[in-house]
């Protein structure tokens, strides 16, 4: 069974950093694609939007504009571990970030081609 668990949000200031955790529950961890996606939960119609995503050998990284330079990806392949370290936070928003895999080599910035989610870790910046 797939599972993911993501961990390390919460309550911070603008500028300040977090590092958000996901524990990857699978037999072979090597041959899958991981991204995190954002979303704000109480917005009408928000959408999940892609943050940052590695392919499944950790060779190939892609972020979204608005995160490049503060945001990094990274994955432990022996610790079936993926990490977001988040540097500079902005906005007062509250959003909950999401950890996704999916089976294979495949690289998306679309939530559809992610079939595995985790719950979501909430993470609120306030100025």
């Known amino acids: 069974q797939v599972q993911l668990v993501e961990s390390g949000g919460g309550l911070v200031q603008a500028g300040d950093s977090l590092r958000l955790s996901c524990a990857f529950s699978?037999?072979?961890?090597?041959?899958?694609?991981m991204a995190w996606f954002r979303q704000a939960p109480h917005a009408p119609g928000a959408v999940r939007e892609f943050?940052?995503?590695?392919?499944?050998?950790?060779?190939?990284?892609e972020y979204t504009d608005s995160v490049k330079s503060r945001f990094t990806i990274s994955k432990d392949n022996a610790k079936k571990m993926v990490y977001l370290q988040m540097n500079n936070l902005q906005s007062d928003d509250k959003v909950v970030y999401y950890c996704?895999?999916?089976?294979?080599?495949?690289?998306?910035?679309?939530?559809?081609?992610?079939?595995?989610w985790g719950q979501g870790t909430q993470v609120t910046v306030s100025s």
């Open positions: 699978v037999r072979t961890f090597s041959g899958y694609t």
């Open positions: 996704v895999a999916h089976c294979g080599s495949m690289f998306s910035r679309s939530s559809y081609d992610y079939g595995y």
């Open positions: 943050v940052a995503g590695i392919g499944w050998k950790g060779a190939y990284i």
